[in-house]
């Protein structure tokens, strides 16, 4: 069964610093892997998605995220935190192949200070 | 394009009464899913349709819970009666083919007193 896991419910940093989500993935086939983000009394909106082809993947807003087989791990990364960039973020994992739903992550909550 | 609909965005009601979500997927769409998202349980996907047929409806909490999808352009989530432990932001998502990413609506906000 595929799992997803977000290290960490909260991340703060200073706007301008490094951004780092961290998700690590659990399943037993090659998986689909997606970033959401959701601004307050929104719905989740694609950052990026990962579908077995380039590793490293760029999505909107500066987001990218690197694809790493051998550690299961899918992490969200930006280089310098802008103030608009306050949100949750979900980790999600499809299962190849199929029509099935995603199965999502706990969410991170991004807070960035002036 | 219009996105994926969802009326109405806030609904307050009290317990025991009926409550009706409604969804209208992306045109073109053959999948359509249901989510609840609150504090303490996250994002749950409640039920999802493939070609108007649903698939997996195993994370209906109760038979309280029910939803349809007529035709490809309108589904409904439906509990009846309603308890305060339904309060929540509902979902609706859809998607076009097997790996392509869901596209959500805005929410319905769900508050039964």
């Known amino acids: 069964a595929q799992s997803v896991t977000q290290l960490g419910s909260h991340v703060s940093v200073s706007e301008g610093a490094l951004v780092l989500l961290r998700c690590n993935y659990s399943?037993?086939?090659?998986?689909?892997l997606f970033w959401y983000v959701q601004y307050p009394n929104q719905g989740l909106q694609l950052l990026l998605k990962?579908?077995?082809?380039?590793?490293l993947v760029k999505g909107i807003n500066g987001f990218e995220a690197e694809f790493k087989k051998s550690e299961t791990s899918f992490h969200l990364t930006k280089p310098s935190a802008h103030m608009s960039d306050a949100a949750e973020y979900f980790c999600?994992?499809?299962?190849?192949?199929?029509?099935?739903?995603?199965?999502f992550g706990k969410g991170t909550k991004l807070s960035v200070k002036p | 394009d219009a996105g994926v609909i969802q009326s109405p965005r806030h609904e307050v009601t009290e317990m025991g009464q009926e409550v009706t979500l409604r969804c209208k997927p992306i045109?073109?769409?053959?999948?359509l899913f249901w989510y609840r998202q609150t504090m303490m349980r996250g994002l749950e996907l409640l039920i999802y349709?493939?070609?108007?047929?649903?698939?997996?409806d195993s994370g209906m909490p109760e038979d309280r819970f029910s939803a349809k999808m007529p035709n490809a352009s309108f589904s409904t989530l439906k509990i009846q009666p309603s308890e305060p432990r339904d309060s929540a932001v509902y979902f609706c998502a859809s998607g076009d083919n097997l790996n392509q990413p869901q596209h959500f609506g805005d929410g319905t906000r769900l508050s039964i007193l």
């Open positions: 999600a994992v499809k299962h190849g192949g199929s029509q099935g739903n995603l199965i």
């Open positions: 399943s037993s086939v090659p998986p689909y």
């Open positions: 990962y579908t077995s082809a380039a590793t």
């Open positions: 045109s073109g769409h053959n999948s």
């Open positions: 349709f493939n070609n108007n047929v649903p698939i997996d």
